[in-house]
Nanobody
Framework: QVQLVESGGGLVQAGDSLRLSCAAS????????MGWFRQAPGKERESVAAIIWNTWSGDYTYYADSVKGRFTISGDNAKNTVYLQMNSLKPEDTAVYYCAVDRVPSINTFLNGGVDYWGKGTLVTVSS
């Protein structure tokens, strides 16, 4: 079993930045996909960003169109942690952000029902 603990959420103003962290513990693994989804009030959960675990290469990342150029996903092997740097935040970024892990190293699988583990979420609120 893998446990995921998110941190870094909070209340900020439009234009501000936040960095979310997701630490994985338990039965971790050498490869897979990690990333973030979010769910705004009254809306369905949507993907935000993903990265192939253990490569942390920009060649193996995904970003939703709505966050491209503003959000950056990265990781730290030594800490089993993935980060989401969020810049130029907008009110429409307000949501609960969930960390997710797929044991398969595939962005496509991750985005299409392949998530094996979920965090409990961290709330990001962006005021206008």
């Amino acid at each position: 079993q893998v446990q995921l603990v998110e941190s870094g959420g909070g209340l900020v103003q439009a234009g501000d930045s936040l960095r979310l962290s997701c630490a994985a513990s338990g039965r971790t693994f050498s490869c897979g996909t990690m990333g973030w989804f979010r769910q705004a009030p009254g809306k369905e959960r949507e993907s935000v960003a993903a990265i192939i675990w253990n490569t942390w290469s920009g060649d193996y990342t995904y970003y939703a169109d709505s966050v491209k150029g503003r959000f950056t996903i990265s990781g730290d092997n030594a800490k089993n942690t993935v980060y989401l740097q969020m810049n130029s935040l907008k009110p429409e970024d307000t949501a609960v952000y969930y960390c997710a892990v797929d044991r398969v190293p595939s962005i496509n699988t991750f985005l299409n029902g392949g998530v094996d583990y979920w965090g409990k979420g961290t709330l990001v609120t962006v005021s206008s």
